[in-house]
Antibody, heavy 124, light 107 residues
Framework: QVQLQESGPGLVKPSGTLSLTCVLSGDSIKTDNWWSWVRQPPGKGLEWIGEIFHSGTTNYNPSLISRMTMSVDKSGNHFSLTLRSVTAADTAVYHC?????????????????WGPGILVTVSS | DVQMTQSPSSLSASVGDKVTITCRASQDISNYLAWYQQKPGKVPKVLIYAASTLQSGVPSRFSGSGSGTDFTLTISSLQPEDVATYFCQKYNSAPRTFGPGTKVEVK
């Protein structure tokens, strides 16, 4: 059974750095899928954060690009998110997700697998 | 960036009713649109991709239509287990933006 599992600290201080890891089990991260982060503030909607391919190629949300970095560890079969200079507005449940493709175009991919999510609270 | 809107933001309908949710993109996204269902306290689950293709295992009462900028998710006969928030998402290019969601309740 293919699964994603997020891990990291649940509490980060304002102006600090949020660091999360998503481990993939049951499959290799070196497939044609892209690996993403999506967050959801309590009681609010979904925000796409960014994505990474196993080659290290990334796409980031322009609203977060100045503060974020994504990386992939092929040998460890996991990928990571770093978000710097956090504020209370970054408090959310952070999900990792797999974007699977259904055609040859790089545009043809949607989220078919999600991690359970981890609540990260930014507070002193 | 392409903005996604949804209407209504919430609705209440009776079991057996036909329910329609609309999603609009601020620019042409062809058919690169997915619909997700998120039940309270749960992870989003994909229902529809490519605007109208039903994900494997999803009940046939769910259907999607549209292309370009205007899309629709239809539940042909609302069931109690369909209580959830429904999100559209455009994925033709980054950022892969979600709509704000439509909360569906049963009367």
């Amino acid at each position: 059974q293919v699964q994603l599992q997020e891990s990291g600290p649940g509490l980060v201080k304002p102006s600090g750095t949020l660091s999360l890891t998503c481990v993939l089990s049951g499959d290799s991260i070196k497939t044609d899928n892209w690996w993403s982060w999506v967050r959801q503030p309590p009681g609010k909607g979904l925000e796409w954060i960014g994505e990474i391919f196993h080659s290290g190629t990334t796409n980031y949300n322009p609203s977060l690009i100045s503060r974020m970095t994504m990386s992939v560890d092929k040998s460890g079969n996991h990928f990571s998110l770093t978000l710097r200079s956090v504020t209370a507005a970054d408090t959310a449940v952070y999900h990792c997700a797999r974007a699977t493709g259904y055609c040859a175009s790089a545009s043809c991919r949607y989220f078919d697998l999600w991690g359970p999510g981890i609540l990260v609270t930014v507070s002193s | 960036d392409v903005q996604m809107t949804q209407s209504p933001s919430s609705l209440s309908a009776s079991v057996g009713d036909k329910v329609t949710i609309t999603c609009r993109a601020s620019q042409d996204i062809s058919n690169y649109l997915a619909w997700y269902q998120q039940k309270p306290g749960k992870v989003p689950k994909v229902l529809i991709y490519a605007a109208s293709t039903l994900q494997s295992g999803v009940p046939s009462r769910f259907s999607g239509s549209g292309s370009g900028t205007d899309f629709t998710l239809t539940i042909s006969s609302l069931q109690p287990e369909d209580v959830a928030t429904y999100f559209c998402q455009k994925y033709n290019s980054a950022p892969r933006t979600f709509g704000p969601g439509t909360k569906v309740e049963v009367k």
